[in-house]
């Protein structure tokens, strides 16, 4: 069995999700009241960036105010603000949760402009005491932000949910209030749900575009994503008119980092081992990350360069056992003298085993370029590329102690001997009705997904143009998915089990064929099925 599917949407959003231009009374950024980007007759500009004065980052949602006036701001992704002041003397106001209030006093002639950087500390912060400070700078960097946001959203900075076991950017999303996420049968993340609400009926979205989802499903596997080059985590529970409208549940928007989110170059490479128990394999996790700011066409730091890469293996299994009891009474039953036992007997109809063993390797990079003109005008061009291959085996094995007990209608079973701990089957062709049952389930599956988007971003007087163009495009080959299964129930004699219990907490049972069959001849077979299967799939956004 092959199949192929391929979609196709067409996205064309106001607004910072795609094209956005506004102009006269439109304000110039999406948060706050307008802010001229041109010094009006007799008022002057200030701008600038607001960072940690520790660590040279960035500090975006700080609130900038000009002493005296109603005119404020809140500093962008980048730290940058721009104010609009009266000519002469002023002082500029900036607060930040977690960090100490600055003032600094800036004088600037009219219709001029000024840059002015402010850098935040915090004197709680400085003892040696303290050796938590990056997640505390994380914390605070997510509070400010969610403080000056339009709606509801929750945000989570790199600097609390940190690198994931395996890139799996699931471990940092189930972490967040009002999130809940699914997982496979190796406890690995799969799916999110915001609200309660399936990630079908949710929106994925890297820089505010939308991800594609290949396959049957419209939910996006948080195992195809990883975590490298991420500098926030945006869950959108009430969406504004600038996001898609294709979000009953709300919006998972990861926003990657920009080199201009720090000062000067950065280098960060982390490896790390993965050791599962049970396969007893070792696996490993591999990122790297690079940022600087350099001078092109000028004096000015005004192109930025952040790359990320990673790659990740991983070996994961389960081992299941289940159970079907079936209570046993002593007056329906006299003859097994189960009254001795002072307590109610309980007999085993049937066991279940799977074990269930999940390969997954991932390799994930994403560049970031941002260029700025001046002050007003920027451009950037943003990628993102996954590539992820699952090979996935089960193995699941059921025997039926006797097939005949949900036909019973006086109550009576057909057991040998019974008791707390053990239970045997009754011989003959009256007696127990056993049967074993095996399948096997092989798929190889490969997941693709990159996204590409140019922008910019030019403030003028009074107003704000903005536009993203992006492509996006996920792939899934099934390049095997087969399913092997055959049932052995023969008549001639039916097959019979007897069961020594050892330890019901851990499921520690010993099963044992004694009618004479061998219930590992396949010519004892009585039912089977092979399925055979591939399937591709592409969805592509644009």
Excluded: C
Excluded at 164 to 173: K, M, R, S
Excluded at 231 to 239: R, T
């Amino acid at each position: 069995m092959t199949g192929f599917s391929g979609r196709k949407g067409f996205a064309f959003l106001t607004s910072s999700a795609l094209f956005a231009l506004a102009a006269g009374t439109v304000p110039a950024r999406a948060q706050e009241a307008p802010v001229a980007a041109r010094a009006a007759d007799g008022q002057a500009t200030v701008t600038g960036r607001v960072f940690d004065s520790r660590t040279g980052d960035s500090l975006r949602g700080a609130v900038v105010r000009v002493a005296g006036t109603g005119e404020r701001d809140v500093t962008e992704d980048d730290g940058r603000y721009q104010v609009q002041v009266p000519a002469g003397s002023s002082t500029i106001e900036v607060e930040y949760v977690g960090l100490d209030n600055a003032r600094q006093t800036v004088s600037v002639a009219a219709r001029g402009s000024v840059v002015v950087n402010i850098g935040l500390d915090n004197a709680a912060l400085a003892g040696e005491q303290i050796v938590v400070r990056a997640a505390a700078t994380g914390q605070a960097l997510a509070i400010n932000q969610q403080r000056t946001a339009d709606g509801i959203v929750n945000i989570y900075s790199e600097e609390v949910f940190g690198p994931a076991p395996d890139g799996n950017i699931g471990y940092a999303l189930q972490r967040l209030p009002g999130i809940s996420v699914n997982t496979n049968q190796s406890g690995e993340p799969t799916g999110v749900n915001i609200r309660g609400v399936e990630g079908d009926f949710n929106s994925f979205q890297i820089n505010g575009n939308r991800l594609p989802s290949a396959g049957g499903a419209r939910g996006l596997s948080t195992g195809d994503f990883s975590a490298d080059g991420i500098s926030n985590i945006e869950v959108i529970k009430a969406a504004t008119p600038d996001r898609d409208g294709d979000a009953i549940g709300g919006i998972i928007n990861v926003v990657t980092r920009s080199a201009f989110e720090r000062s000067g170059q950065r280098i960060d490479i982390e490896a790390a081992g993965v050791y599962s128990d049970l396969p007893e394999e070792l696996g490993y996790s591999v990122s790297a990350n690079y940022s600087d700011i350099f001078a092109l066409g000028g004096d000015m730091n005004n192109f930025g360069v952040s790359v990320s890469v990673g790659s990740y293996e991983i070996d994961r299994s389960s081992y299941n056992r289940d159970m079907d009891w079936v209570q046993v009474t002593p007056d329906s039953n006299p003859e097994l003298e189960l009254g001795q036992y002072g307590e109610p007997v309980w007999f085993m109809e049937s066991s279940h085993w799977e074990i269930d063993r999940q390969i997954t390797k991932v390799n994930t990079a994403n560049i970031d370029l941002d260029y700025r003109t001046d002050e007003f005008n920027s451009f950037y061009l943003r990628g993102f590329y996954s590539h992820s291959d699952r090979s996935n085996d089960v193995f699941e094995t059921d025997i039926d102690i006797d097939t005949r007990f949900q036909n019973a209608l006086d109550g009576r079973k057909t057991y040998a001997e019974l008791t707390p701990t053990s239970g045997r089957g009754t011989p003959g062709d009256d007696g127990s009705q056993g049967s074993r049952g095996w399948i096997g389930t092989d798929e190889d599956r490969t997941t693709e997904l990159y996204s590409v988007n140019f922008g910019g971003r030019h403030e003028m007087t009074q107003s704000l143009l903005t536009y993203d163009l992006f492509y996006s495009r996920s792939k899934q080959d099934f390049a095997t998915d087969n399913e092997l299964n055959f049932l052995m129930e023969p008549d001639s004699p039916w097959l019979l089990f007897e069961y020594q219990l050892n330890d019901v907490t851990r499921g520690d049972v010993v099963i044992t064929e004694i009618s004479g069959q061998d219930s590992t001849d396949l010519s004892l077979v009585t039912e089977g099925e092979l399925a055979v299967g591939s399937a591709l799939s592409v969805e592509e956004v644009y």
